[in-house]
């Protein structure tokens, strides 16, 4: 079956490391989104990408990373900058063309700083 | 995109319909409005859109008023799978939508049983 495969779904980390999380997508999408989600919050754009080897910034950008050298991958990494990493992170991916209802998400990878 | 206002959480009884509103006051004329809902820990999922007109599907059906400042999200035998947040997000149609979308805090769905 076709979806976006997050990993791991529990991440731990001590404080100052640097950590990647991992996004794949078997749909054949062209766009593909990081979220942040903290509790009792909505979403949050991290980063987003359109096309392989293009990525925009989103509302919350600073001390994240991201790469898109496959159409099928988009590894965020939580660099130590970021002040307040521990959230649920969300990836979901659109088909160009489709909108706002051409969005699937991935399951989220909770992800703990110590 | 027009700012939305939910009320924080709403409680309905197993099978009974679910009505869940949406104030868009500042909506513009081409611009939608889209639900999602996304259950405890899971990733959003996509249930309805429309622009002017009331639309239906296999999940839910979406009311927008004439004026199209408000809207309500019914889902019409409520069961307890569907306890979860329902967003609701104005936004224009883009044709790609590939800059990301923005959700507020939306509302929590309570089914009881």
């Known amino acids: 079956d076709g979806g976006i495969t997050q990993s791991p779904k529990y991440l731990f980390r001590k404080e100052g490391q640097n950590v990647t999380l991992s996004c794949e997508q078997n749909l054949n999408h062209d766009a593909m989104y990081w979220y942040r989600q903290d509790p009792g919050q909505g979403l949050r754009l991290i980063y987003y990408s359109q096309i392989v080897n293009d990525f925009q910034k989103g509302d919350i950008a600073e001390g994240y990373s991201v790469s898109r050298e496959k159409k099928e991958s988009f590894p965020l990494t939580v660099t130590s900058a970021q002040k307040n990493p521990t959230a649920f992170y969300l990836c979901?991916?659109?088909?160009?063309?489709?909108?706002?209802?051409?969005?699937?998400f991935g399951s989220g990878t909770r992800l703990t700083v110590v | 995109d027009a700012k939305t206002t939910q009320p924080t959480s709403m409680d309905c009884a197993e099978g009974r319909a679910a009505n869940l509103p949406c104030n868009h006051s500042t909506i513009s004329g081409n611009e939608y409005v889209y639900w999602y809902r996304q259950i405890h820990s899971q990733g959003p999922q996509y249930i309805i859109h429309?622009?002017?007109n009331n639309e239906t599907n296999e999940m839910a059906s979406l009311i927008i008023t004439e004026d199209r400042k408000s809207s309500t999200l019914i889902l019409p035998h409520a069961t307890l799978r569907d306890t979860a947040v329902y967003y609701c997000?104005?936004?224009?149609?883009?044709?790609?939508?590939?800059?990301?979308?923005?959700f507020g805090k939306g509302t929590h769905l309570i089914i009881q049983p």
């Open positions: 429309g622009l002017k």
């Open positions: 979901a991916s659109s088909e160009q063309g489709q909108g706002l209802y051409g969005y699937t």
């Open positions: 997000i104005v936004r224009l149609y883009s044709g790609g939508g590939a800059d990301g979308l923005t």
